[in-house]
T-cell receptor, first 113, second 113 residues
């Protein structure tokens, strides 16, 4: 969905490096989410934000931090990357009302060596 | 642990046949959603069914929900090769966790031309 963009799309980094994944949206949605996807495990929620001043931990937040710089921007950081953080990372957005259909970005494929 | 468990894990059919995927969950929900993911790409929302609904249709998609059995099924009729993708169910618990989706591991559907 071109309305939700993620950068970079692919990243290879080394153990111990700090890395930031960025998400931007033009949908005007209040809610934003970060997920990781591992083969055979579906998507797991890392962090979510229901508005600019609201940040919440998800199912697997250890080793990650986030920043909601504006309504349209939500960044995910790995302070010290480790190999088991190798995964596909998705950002998603939704409106702050209704039944919460989520709109996903194209994903960032992260490899930690 | 995953809220949604999907069955089967993989399904292979011929074009024109129907495809049925099932999702079971453990706790009460506000709504259940189905998403499609083409290989390595972001998820796309297909259909949402509320907890007080039993069946919903959208084009070639039919979703049923049985809250007494905590299960849902997605039927794709007259499948096409373009339907080849992974399909995920996601549950929304509502209440104070409203909007915090939990995804199943997915069903990989292959439709042979």
């Amino acid at each position: 969905d071109a309305d939700v963009t993620q950068t970079p799309r692919n990243r290879i980094t080394k153990t111990g490096k700090r890395i930031m994944l960025e998400c931007s949206q033009t949908k005007g949605h209040d809610r934003m989410y970060w997920y990781r996807q591992d083969p055979g495990l579906g998507l797991r929620l890392i962090y979510y934000s229901f508005d600019v001043k609201d940040i919440n931990k998800g199912e697997i937040s250890d080793g990650y931090s986030v920043s909601r710089q504006a309504q349209a921007k939500f960044s995910l950081s790995l302070e010290s990357a480790i190999p088991n953080q190798t995964a596909l990372y998705f950002c998603a957005t939704s409106v702050n009302r209704g039944m919460n259909e989520q709109f996903f970005g194209p994903g960032t494929r992260l490899t930690v060596l | 642990s995953q809220q949604g468990e999907e069955d089967p894990q993989a399904l292979s059919i011929q074009e024109g046949e129907n495809a049925t995927m099932n999702c079971s969950y453990k706790t009460s929900i506000n709504n259940l959603q189905w998403y499609r993911q083409n290989s390595g790409r972001g998820l796309v929302h297909l259909i949402l069914i509320r907890s007080n609904e039993r069946e919903k249709h959208s084009g070639r998609l039919r979703v049923t929900l049985d809250t007494s059995k905590k299960s849902s099924s997605l039927l794709i009729t007259a499948s096409r090769a373009a339907d080849t993708a992974s399909y995920f169910c996601a549950t929304d618990p509502g209440g104070t966790s409203y909007g915090k989706l939990t995804f199943g591991q997915g069903t990989i559907l292959t439709v042979h031309p």
